[in-house]
């Protein structure tokens, strides 16, 4: 099922399905009730922003694949200069947005935009609103 769940490819959660039915077909019965795109990577929908991959222990385990073998000072001065280099990108990177939504997220409030005008919007309380057509 895990492996089914975290598939990049239809042909990969296929496959572990298969398996999962023919190892427990309630098990795979059971998953599949409320449809695999609540659960599955492949079959969601909507981005998922890295949700499921971008675990910070994933990805360290990624890098530190190669380095296991190391003195234990060499291993951490590699995570060291591992996670100063990760956090420098993901300043730099944060210097260049221009809106306090990504840009992807922005450009899918722009295309929105032009229906938006057509709306009375009337705050009930501080996080809910009341929005009329106009």
Sequence with gaps: MDKAARSYTELKDNHHMSELCNLHQN????VNVGGPHKWSLVHCPER????MTTNVTECIILYLKFTRQLPILTLAGFIRNMLQMWFHDRHR????????LTDATHFVILKHVDKCGYMIVNPVDWNIFSVKQS
């Design 27 to 30: 098990a795979y019965d059971y």
């Design 48 to 51: 998922r922003y890295r949700i």
């Design 93 to 100: 990177a944060t210097q260049s947005i221009r809106h306090q």
